[in-house]
């Protein structure tokens, strides 16, 4: 009997050491914190990242960016938002610092459990930018960057030139977008490469690119850029005498010639010549000029060079002029009149498809559409116009009347054959001219 009062009683005391074990580690994990908190990098207003623990930061009511944590023994702990958890199981100790408001930790085996920081192993982790995390803007350019001493009116350095860059370009928010400074700096680029040398003179053709660049967290932004051309030394082989606007080979007395030499850049000096008339701007008026054709010529002097002629364009002055219309409200056919023995024609007919005939012209003549050969009529005989190999011109036009049975109807359009004609009356012009046809 006593021997089984003595097992009740050890019992007894076994099960009363379990329950204080138990109210000591309790009290370890929930009666008591950890005193020790990890930095964080913290986000002032102002664009500054500081050092600080979070509690701190969250009290200055500034925002956490990123924050870190050191374990003692061989556990890991990570951290998210204002609360952490860690746990570590076997070996000879436990332990967990969090930075936050709240932390538990539990351990399982050994001899002890503990709060500490610093010493033995530890590992750390990153904890991403959370709801409360500001984003960071990109840096907003103000001010512009161009070139100075470019050669105008045609904005162009020639070579030999010295070239100048004017940046005004800078952050308005440098600080929030973390650059270093609100100045940028400039990147000068060419292509080819190698065009200006160390005193920054231009030394060959291409083109020069100069970017204003702000370095802003870490990384580079373009925030805008620049390009001039360095043109060539004008070379009077090289250059091209062509039509200037509303200019061509078949022209009429009541039209205005213009011809230029491009490229140039008022780097030489240019005379003009039309027939028996010279001057030194290109643009001749054909009212009193010969009939026919005639060289349209430019003469070049760069510097001390001797001139060099150069052809522009052979063009033939016509005396009259008509607009031919074809399949309009007169009928199916269209009647037109021929006023001069040389006459520009610029025909169009209310069909889509280019099939453009002349007929039962009271005169023989000859047409002649630029790019294609001379075609001959005589005794009234049809003249059908080559296919021009472009596009008609379209154009709104309430009067006209398709070709009776032409299908499908294209409606009230006048179609432009997309290039002129020269008609020339062979033989004794009629006073007062002739009519012709055309469908």
Excluded at 196 to 223: P, S
Aim: charged share 15%; hydrophobic share 30%.
């Amino acid at each position: 009997m006593r021997k089984i009062v003595d097992n009740w009683k050890i019992l007894l005391v076994l099960l009363i050491g379990a329950i204080g074990v138990q109210a000591i580690f309790s009290c370890s994990s929930d009666g008591f914190e950890s005193n020790v908190a990890a930095n964080v990098s913290c986000y002032k207003a102002e664009g500054e990242l500081v050092e600080l623990s979070e509690k701190l930061c969250l009290e200055m009511g500034w925002t956490v960016v990123s924050s870190s944590s050191s374990v003692a023994g061989s556990s890991s702990s990570t951290i998210a938002g204002g609360g952490s958890s860690s746990s570590g199981e076997g070996g000879d100790a436990s332990s967990s610092s969090v930075a936050g408001d709240v932390s538990s930790s539990s351990g399982e085996g050994g001899d002890s459990s503990s709060s500490s920081t610093g010493g033995g192993e530890s590992s750390s982790s990153s904890v991403p930018p959370s709801s409360s995390s500001v984003s960071i803007p990109g840096p907003v350019k103000t001010g512009d960057i161009d070139f100075v001493g470019l050669n105008q009116p045609h904005g162009v350095y020639f070579i030999g030139d010295d070239y100048g860059i004017n940046n005004t370009v800078k952050v308005s928010n440098h600080a929030a977008a973390l650059c270093a400074t609100d100045e940028t700096t400039i990147r000068i680029e060419t292509t080819p490469p190698n065009i200006i040398d160390e005193a920054g003179k231009i030394t060959g053709a291409g083109t020069i690119t100069v970017t204003a660049v702000a370095n802003c967290n870490g990384t580079e932004h373009e925030l805008e850029k620049a390009i001039a051309t360095v043109v060539p030394d004008p070379d009077p082989a090289s250059l091209e005498c062509v039509f200037g606007e509303g200019s061509q080979h078949l022209m009429h007395r009541g039209e205005t010639l213009n011809v230029v030499v491009n490229n140039v850049y008022d780097r030489c000096d240019l005379s003009y010549s039309f027939g028996s008339t010279n001057n030194a701007t290109g643009s001749f008026s054909l009212s009193s000029v010969a009939l026919g054709e005639s060289n349209a010529t430019a003469t070049i002097t760069c510097g001390s060079n001797e001139p060099v002629p150069k052809e522009c364009s052979k063009v033939f002055v016509a005396e009259g002029y008509v607009e031919a219309r074809c399949n309009h409200s007169q009928g199916p056919f269209g009647n037109w009149r021929v006023p001069a023995a040389t006459t520009i024609i610029e025909h169009a007919c209310c069909q889509p498809k280019l099939r453009m005939q002349f007929n039962n012209c009271f005169n023989d003549y000859t047409l002649l559409v630029d790019g294609f050969a001379k075609m001959t009529s005589t005794n009234n005989s049809e003249v059908i116009l080559p296919d021009p190999l472009l596009p008609a011109r379209p154009e709104a036009y309430p009067d006209c009347r398709p070709y009776p049975g032409s299908n499908p109807s294209p409606g009230d359009i006048l179609f432009h054959y997309p290039k002129r004609i020269l008609m020339e009356a062979t033989g004794t012009f009629p006073s007062g001219g002739f009519t012709c046809e055309s469908w």
